[in-house]
């Protein structure tokens, strides 16, 4: 009977432990609203939030997808430089992370927007030569438009 007793603590024990924020539930909400305020076009809101979610949570395991929707909602409001910034940390701080394979197509994606095709270009044809990314169809594309624009 102690024993049935002895894993019922502990079961209740750890269920009051991980409700009551480790590394779970509370603060993984933080991060979803702020997913959530990307995709609806709330960008500077978003921003806050993801920004507040990275803060309070250092070694959270959704940090780097977090930098990476901070630097995609900079992207939406405009702001390419930061957006950029957000970007290279995101590669720099989360080097064998997805977002950090995401994050160098979109780098490339944002020197297209600012008109720096060459930096483009050669950031497109990195990924086509160096990388096994989902996104290395998608720069293998842009890279023979921007190919077939320089050509006409």
């Known amino acids: 009977m102690k024993t049935k007793s002895g894993v019922l603590a502990a079961f209740l024990l750890l269920m009051a432990f991980c ?5 779970g539930q509370r603060s993984s909400e933080a991060f979803h609203r702020g997913r959530d305020l990307v995709i609806k076009g ?3 809101a978003a921003e806050s939030e993801l920004a507040a979610f990275e803060k309070q949570n250092p070694g959270h395991t959704l940090l780097s997808r977090a930098r990476f929707l901070r630097a995609k909602a900079k992207l939406g409001a405009g702001d390419l430089p930061q957006a950029r910034q957000l ?10 992370s ?19 095709t060459r930096q483009a270009e050669r950031q497109f044809q990195d990924i086509v030569d160096h990388s096994s990314s989902i996104y290395l169809a998608e720069a293998t594309a842009v890279r023979a438009m921007l190919d077939r624009q320089r050509a006409e």
């Open 87 to 96: 970007f290279q940390q995101t590669i720099d701080r989360f080097p064998e």
């Open 42 to 44: 709330q960008f500077d």
């Open 98 to 116: 997805d977002e950090a394979d995401k994050a160098r197509y979109k780098l490339a994606f944002v020197e297209l927007l600012d008109g720096n």
């Open 19 to 23: 409700t009551s924020g480790c590394d």
